[in-house]
């Protein structure tokens, strides 16, 4: 199982990062030990001082598949979730001003939440038209629609796939939107998706 995670998906996020738009889509990964199912505790990594939030939605594989049209990109999945890419911002700043992979930065242990996955056909919703939102401690911090993805779903899993073989199971996570920011311990996240409450996380 891969857990593909895609870089400045949302202009607004790019912005907030001072990092321009990318013409391509842009992915990194994390290894499948980062992975961690809501509802969830996390203990606060003691590596970093700026652990942040990433609310992303996720699109899991379904079938094995390469060079997939995106035409087609549809049919190998049927079902999102919501997912947080959290991130030592402070280690990840060092990575990039030094030109040097950002691994260790996003994908430690437990820096892959992720909600229950909602079948496509009970959201009654286009995958390209999905509300989420992520609130901490109560207040919403960060609020998206997928309409406003950069490189929609299809088009990401239409590009990785002339690269990188997709097996069923793999996770997709799509980017965050602007609002991203600090996690203080003792802090309660909770996400959610078209209103309804999907994701936990207790940071201690
Ligand atoms: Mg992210």
Redesign the pocket.
């Known amino acids: 199982m891969n857990i593909f995670?895609?870089?400045r998906n949302y202009a607004p996020h790019a912005a907030e990062m001072k990092s321009p738009l990318p013409a391509e889509p842009t992915f990194f990964e994390k290894p499948h030990t980062a992975l961690l199912p809501s509802p969830a505790t996390l203990t606060y990594p003691p590596f970093t001082n700026d652990l942040q939030h990433?609310i992303?939605i996720v699109v899991k594989i379904e079938k094995s598949g390469s060079h997939i049209p995106c035409s087609d990109a549809h049919l190998y999945y049927n079902s999102v979730a919501l997912g947080i890419?959290l991130?030592a911002r402070d280690i990840q700043r060092g990575f990039k001003a030094s030109g040097m992979p950002w691994l260790l930065s996003k994908g430690f242990d437990g820096s892959a939440i992720v909600s229950q996955f909602l079948p496509l056909e009970e959201v009654h919703k286009s995958i390209n038209d999905l509300c989420f939102s992520l609130c901490v401690n109560g207040k919403t911090v960060q609020e998206g629609n997928s309409c406003d993805m950069i490189f929609s779903p299809d088009r990401l899993i239409s590009y990785l796939s002339q690269f990188v073989s997709l097996s069923a199971g793999d996770l997709i996570?799509t980017?965050?939107p602007a609002g991203v920011g600090p996690i203080q311990r003792g802090d309660h996240l909770t996400g959610f998706l078209e209103g309804t409450q999907m994701l936990s996380l207790l940071v201690m």
């Open positions: 995670c895609v870089v990433e992303e890419d991130t996570y980017g965050t």
